[in-house]
Nanobody, 118 residues
């Protein structure tokens, strides 16, 4: 049974940082693309970033490129999203997902809430 558990969200002021984690079980991160996807309040899901199984291919939504960094620890089977220089528009529930771009699966995880506000 595949399970993804996100953590690390919270409330920060604009310009602050957070690191999100996604612990995977029943799924080897080294064998598949993984993404971070977010859902702002009252809006639909938005793909944020992806990393290939090898870790060689990485891509970002243009609005977060240069501020967010995706990474993973294959030994621990944990996916990360380092978020720096946070803006109010980054406020959302963040989910990790299997896949990339618009071809992803959320796998029923709860997500972690990020609120950026002064």
């Amino acid at each position: 049974q595949v399970q993804l558990v996100e953590s690390g969200g919270g409330s920060v002021e604009p310009g602050g940082s957070l690191r999100l984690s996604c612990t995977a079980s029943g799924l080897e991160l080294s064998s598949t693309y993984m993404s971070w996807v977010r859902q702002p309040p009252g809006m639909g899901l938005e793909w944020v970033s992806a990393i290939s199984g090898s870790g060689v291919f990485i891509d970002y939504l243009s609005s977060v490129r240069g501020r967010f960094t995706i990474s993973k620890d294959d030994a621990k089977n944990i996916l990360y999203l380092q978020m720096d220089s946070l803006k109010s528009e980054d406020t959302a529930i963040y989910y990790c997902a299997k896949g990339q771009y618009n071809d992803y699966e959320l796998l029923g995880s709860q997500g972690t809430r990020v609120t950026v506000s002064s």
